[in-house]
């Protein structure tokens, strides 16, 4: 069940950003960023972040119930984005460079101009906290959290997200964590 909601969430998602891009929002202050001089960094992020997933990934696949769960958190953490994207309207970050992911851009946020409105909350900072709280303890976990630390610098550095953004991932990641855990509870109970 879970893989055809996210199959289909990916089906809607193009359409829903371009939305999102095409609406007004607020610009935010942020002194970090303020301080912090933008540089593109994408290989780097792209590389942490897909090397983080991949980490995840392999370390999930023999562990179903592990795996169900954190697939079940990542749906979740979709819709919280999804609905803190659609009550809060933001501009991007001043000094913005653009993010070039060589998979999303082609696949999810295929539009005429780049999707720079998709800000509050960090999902690559989301994404890869979900995956350190998914795997086992041990060195895996103690890589993703580094991995997680990185991302949220390199989305910064690259004036990508609002300090803001990445600092929320974090609550957001935990919650839609722990809420996977009792629905994959309550599935395997009435299964």
Same mark, same amino acid.
């Given at each position: 069940?879970?893989?055809? *909601? ?11 950003? /371009? ?8 610009? *935010? ?9 933008? @540089?593109?960094?994408?290989?780097? #992020?792209? !590389?942490?972040? &897909? ?26 953490? @979709? ?7 659609? +009550? ?10 653009? *993010? ?8 999810? &946020?295929? !539009? ?6 998709? +800000?509050?909350?960090?999902? @690559?900072? /989301?994404?890869?906290? +979900? ?5 086992? #303890? ?14 949220? *610098? ?5 004036? !990508? ?6 600092? #929320?991932?974090?609550?957001? !990641?935990?919650?839609?964590?722990? +809420? #996977?855990?009792?629905? /994959?509870?309550?599935?395997?109970? @009435?299964?």
């Amino acid at each position: 069940m879970v893989l055809g *909601l996210l199959l289909t969430l990916a089906a809607l998602i193009p359409r829903f950003f /371009a939305w999102v891009q095409a609406r007004p929002g607020q610009r *935010l202050p942020d002194p970090v960023l303020d301080w912090l001089p933008a @540089h593109d960094v994408s290989g780097a #992020a792209f !590389a942490v972040i &897909y090397l983080g997933i991949g980490l995840g990934v392999v370390r999930l696949l023999p562990r179903p119930l592990r795996l169900l769960r954190a697939l079940w958190g990542y749906l979740l953490l @979709h819709g919280f984005r999804c609905l803190c994207l659609w +009550l809060l309207p933001l501009e991007p970050p001043r000094g913005l460079v653009l *993010l070039h992911d060589p998979l999303v851009d082609r696949l999810f &946020y295929a !539009a005429p101009s780049p999707i720079t409105k998709d +800000l509050f909350f960090s999902g @690559h900072t /989301a994404t890869l906290l +979900l995956l350190t709280l998914a795997v086992p #303890a041990g060195w895996p976990r103690r890589v993703l959290i580094v991995a997680t630390a990185l991302i949220g *610098l390199l989305v910064l550095v690259q004036h !990508a997200h609002y300090t803001y953004d990445v600092l #929320a991932a974090v609550p957001f !990641a935990a919650l839609s964590f722990w +809420l #996977a855990g009792k629905v /994959a509870a309550f599935r395997q109970r @009435h299964a």
